[in-house]
């Protein structure tokens, strides 16, 4: 069971659906499932129209998903539920400290609420972390190892303005919707030991990992919705699709760059082979 998650944040850029199309292809060629889940919880960076324009543009690519979409906001009990076993277990406090003080301490959580619970009404909820290796092996980056306590410190679960955190909602999530593959960005790979930890604390089965890299354009910089959102043609999506397996490492043949998507995704779907895809964090766009 594998998953596309996008934030309704803007329309996909081609970075996004590279990612979307490595996990479609790696689902169905598992023969198994590929869901939907549109990460809406972050309301204040939600755009208006950004979730027609995500499944017009899936569609347009033949990248059809199975079942209803999920949608994070409907699914609040869950993570309250979650966050209610982590209290319960005393994994969990309340945390009032600011950003300006926090910039102090780049990168580690220094613990200041940790022992001296705050009072003030609006608090965020962070999980004490412990001091031992989280490691896994991802799929494509090999071993990772990271110690949460010396490396990040204990993390946010619930903000303080009340919107749960993405560390939790995408553990609850994938545990929910049962997902036991999870093909991403590599720009994601630096939470996934803090979900690991998630994962072992609310004794969730872990599912697979496999971190792609992103996309950069030729300035080195990571494609962002704003500087890559309208470069997708849907009017021709054929030779872009062409243009992604060969992205991924594919090797399409020469003589299906003007295929249609759904025979594109056929041949792509039968010669899937993600040791193609290279070990690295970032791959350039420079086929153009
Ligand atoms: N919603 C996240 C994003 O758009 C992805 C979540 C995930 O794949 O775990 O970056």
Not at 32 to 57: E, F, M
Not at 71 to 85: E, N
Not at 114 to 123: E, K, T
């Amino acid at each position: 069971m594998g998953r596309f998650a996008p934030s309704p944040t803007g329309p996909l850029h081609l970075g996004s659906l590279y990612t979307a199309l490595a996990s479609y292809l790696d689902a169905r060629w598992h023969n198994g499932y590929w869901l939907l889940r549109i990460d809406d919880l972050d309301t204040p960076r939600n755009r208006p129209g950004a979730v027609s324009a995500i499944l017009a543009c899936l569609e347009a690519f033949g990248l059809y998903w199975d079942g209803e979409i999920y949608y994070q906001s409907q699914h609040i009990q869950a993570y309250d539920d979650a966050l209610a076993v982590l209290q319960a277990q005393k994994q969990i406090y309340g945390c009032v400290c600011s950003r300006k003080i926090l910039d102090q301490y780049p990168g580690v959580y220094p613990g200041f609420c940790r022992d001296a619970p705050p009072c003030a009404r609006q608090q965020a909820l962070r999980v004490k972390t412990q001091s031992h290796l989280i490691a896994f092996t991802d799929a494509l980056q090999g071993p990772i190892a990271e110690n949460l306590a010396i490396q990040h410190g204990d993390f946010v679960v619930k903000r303080k303005d009340d919107i749960v955190a993405y560390q939790l909602a995408v553990v609850v999530d994938d545990h929910a919707q049962r997902i036991n593959h999870v093909v991403r960005g590599f720009d994601l790979l630096s939470s996934t030991p803090k979900q690991w930890f998630l994962q072992n604390l609310l004794n969730y089965h872990h599912p697979e990992y496999m971190h792609v890299p992103v996309i950069v354009d030729t300035h080195g910089q990571k494609l962002s919705k704003q500087s890559y959102a309208t470069a997708i043609n849907f009017l021709n999506p054929g030779p872009v699709l062409w243009r992604l397996l060969a992205l991924l490492g594919q090797n399409p043949p020469v003589q299906l760059d003007q295929a249609s998507v759904a025979e594109l995704l056929e041949w792509a779907v039968e010669h899937w082979q993600p040791q193609n895809l290279k070990k690295i964090s970032a791959i350039q766009d420079t086929i153009e």
